[in-house]
């Protein structure tokens, strides 16, 4: 389903500066430990490479974009369509341990976020359990599903299977 109304609610999980540094500084190490010896041209290569190599990686990292709108909730190129949203919680670190014991949640996670915020899913046909979403800002993403769900649909589905401990 898509949307033609601006997003309530997005934010993009991009990678903390700390992870830049570390990424590059132990690129940039191995380079030039095994490169050095080789000669210039080999090292001004490899170290070219390995600069590109890391920006890609931690730009694609941090591209995962969280958004809530008309249509529902997306993470990445994921959409939870709102007659499909179970309860929504911040998930404290017992209950993302028990949800990630389970396997059958979608995740949309981050190390470097402590925020967590599950969402379940109230579609028998859908493989996941529920969602499990890092974010900056929990109460905030909360909210916004909360303002954003239609009212109608909420009755039918309100409970997901992970509610009633299917």
Do not use: K
Not at 37 to 54: D, F, Q, R, Y
Not at 100 to 107: C, E, K, N, Q, V
């Amino acid at each position: 389903m898509t949307s033609n109304s601006a997003p309530a609610y997005t934010e993009r999980l991009t990678v903390p500066l700390s992870y830049w540094g570390i990424g590059l500084f132990f690129g940039l190490t191995f380079v030039t430990a095994v490169a050095f010896m080789l000669g210039n041209w080999i090292l001004l290569a490899s170290t070219v490479g390995v600069v590109v190599l890391v920006a890609w990686t931690l730009l694609a990292w941090g591209s995962l974009r969280i958004s809530v709108d008309a249509g529902g909730i997306r993470v990445g190129r994921s959409v939870l369509e709102w007659p499909y949203v179970g309860q929504v919680a911040i998930a404290d670190r017992a209950l993302r341990g028990r949800v990630l014991a389970r396997g059958d949640a979608f995740l949309g996670l981050r190390p470097y976020l402590p925020g967590t915020v599950l969402i379940g899913v109230a579609d028998d046909a859908d493989p996941h359990l529920c969602w499990l979403v890092s974010t900056r800002d929990p109460d905030g993403l909360l909210r916004a599903i909360a303002d954003n769900r239609p009212s109608g649909g909420v009755g039918r589905v309100s409970e997901s299977r992970l509610d009633s401990g299917g």
